[in-house]
């Protein structure tokens, strides 16, 4: 059965800290997203990648970065939280089409 | 500028009622467009793919039409149940597939 997998559900961090979320998938798919979902604007992309050590930028790339070294593993990097930063963070993988998702992180920037 | 539009208000039917929901784009040529469905506090789940030269697509009680002349999709549950109740979100795939754009996505309350 098809399974992505993120590192925390839920995750409070403090202005300025660098925080990591993570993103693993278990079906040898070639690309990976990191969406943030938001009331009222819908899922936004942020970075996704379509080979190891690949990356490209979506449409909210600012104060993001991401990084994946390996296959299964997609990481997504904030390098100084911000109070904006506040939302709930998706991980999807795909091969062709259809996208298999996180159950999502919950990220609160205090 | 670019836009996905679905119906931000919500969706009452009533059970064992047909629900349509209507997704409309501008200024996409997509690859293909996808819907999905998206319980509270989780990651959306995908039911059904249609490419541009599909006119129809079903899947057991859901049926998607994809109108590119309109540029409209509209996706159906018929003999809609309780358990249907979720947000269901409209996707569509452009530059080779890799980039996917959602839209905000449609909450359906189906009543017993």
């Known amino acids: 059965d098809v399974k992505v997998t993120q590192s925390s559900r839920y995750l409070v961090k403090r202005t300025g800290e660098k925080v990591f979320l993570e993103c693993v998938q278990d079906?040898?798919?070639?690309?990976m997203f990191w969406y943030r979902q938001d009331p009222g604007l819908g899922l936004r992309l942020i970075y996704f990648?379509?080979?190891?050590?690949?990356?490209e930028k979506g449409d909210i790339p600012e104060g993001y970065s991401v990084s994946r070294e390996k296959k299964e593993r997609f990481s997504l990097i904030l390098e100084s939280a911000s109070t904006n930063q506040t939302s709930m963070y998706l991980c999807?993988?795909?091969?062709?089409?259809?996208?298999?998702f996180g159950p999502g992180t919950r990220l609160t920037v205090t | 500028s670019q836009k996905i539009e679905q119906n931000s208000e919500a969706l009452n039917i009533q059970e064992g009622k047909t629900a349509t929901l209507t997704c409309n784009y501008t200024?996409?040529?997509?690859?293909?467009l996808q819907w999905y469905r998206q319980d509270p506090g989780r990651g959306p789940v995908f039911l059904l793919l249609i490419r541009e030269n599909e006119k129809e697509k079903r899947k057991e009680r859901l049926k998607v039409t994809f109108d590119t002349t309109l540029k409209q999709s509209l996706f159906h549950i018929t003999a809609s149940q309780p358990a249907d109740s979720a947000t269901y979100l409209c996707a569509l795939a452009i530059t080779g597939g890799f980039k996917t754009i959602f839209g905000a996505g449609t909450r359906l309350f189906v009543k017993a």
């Open positions: 079906m040898d798919h070639e690309n």
């Open positions: 990648s379509y080979d190891v050590k690949m990356k």
């Open positions: 999807a993988s795909s091969q062709w089409g259809e996208q298999y």
């Open positions: 200024n996409y040529s997509p690859a293909y």
